[in-house]
Each structure stands twice: as structure tokens, then as C-alpha cells.
């Protein structure tokens, strides 16, 4: 079982650069799990955005955030973090932190545990 909240979110104007922190709370080790970042904008389906493994050895990305956003963890402090910079309009959205102790693929489905979300609102 592990407990995920996410903080950072914000209004920011194009180009512009925010850091998201998702903080777990976990009987288990936190490397036990992936973490990813996903998000979802009014109307339209969940989406995956980065996931790291669980050492932080690997990580992946969704073209459309690719050389945009760096997602990164540091399991002493239990957290995991995105990067976002160059933000875009169409980054706009609710983003939410994911947790899975087997997969790390984009299919949202596919993951255990969630965060509450932050909201990104991107301004043009």
C-alpha cells in the first residue's frame, strides 16, 4: 500500500516552467515501486506523460513532453518529481501521480495507486 500526494501545480504562461512533487507514504520501500505521470484535460481521456523505475535508472516519455520534461526520484525523501519547462498551452491539465509495484507502461489502467492530481494551467 503506499499514499501519494501531489504538489507544484499552478497557473504559468507559455514557455514558462513549473516542478511537480509527489510526496508517498508506504509500509513498503518506495523503490519497491514505478512511478509515473499522467495526466488529463476536461473531456478527454487519462494520459501517460514519463514514468521512472524504480532504482530512477530509466526513465520514459510520451512524445509529446520528450526533450520538454524530466521526471526524476529520490527514494530516501520518498518522492518522486516532474520537471516541466517550454510549457505549452495544450500541457493544460490535471496531472496525477501513479504507483505500481510491477508495471511501468502508459496504459493508466495499469496502475494501483494514485494521487489526488494538481492542476497546470498553461496561459498563451
Known amino acids: 500500500q503506499v499514499q501519494l500526494v501531489e504538489s507544484g501545480g499552478g497557473l504559468v504562461q507559455a514557455g514558462g516552467s513549473l516542478r511537480l512533487s509527489c510526496a508517498a507514504s508506504?509500509?513498503?520501500?518506495?523503490?519497491?515501486?514505478?512511478m509515473g505521470w499522467f495526466r488529463q484535460a476536461p473531456g478527454k481521456e487519462r494520459e501517460f506523460v514519463a514514468v521512472?523505475?524504480?532504482?530512477?535508472?530509466?526513465?520514459y516519455y510520451a512524445d509529446s513532453v520528450k526533450g520538454r520534461f524530466t521526471i526524476s526520484r529520490d527514494n530516501a525523501k520518498k518522492s518522486t518529481y516532474l520537471q516541466m519547462n517550454s510549457l505549452k498551452p495544450e500541457d493544460t491539465a490535471v496531472y496525477y501521480c501513479?504507483?505500481?509495484?510491477?508495471?511501468?507502461?502508459?496504459?493508466?489502467?495499469?496502475?494501483?495507486?494514485w494521487g489526488q492530481g494538481t492542476q497546470v494551467t498553461v496561459s498563451s
Open positions: 501513479a504507483a505500481d509495484r510491477y508495471v511501468s507502461g502508459t496504459y493508466a489502467r495499469e496502475y494501483s495507486y
Open positions: 508506504s509500509g513498503r520501500t518506495f523503490s519497491s515501486y514505478n
Open positions: 521512472t523505475t524504480k532504482s530512477g535508472a530509466s526513465a
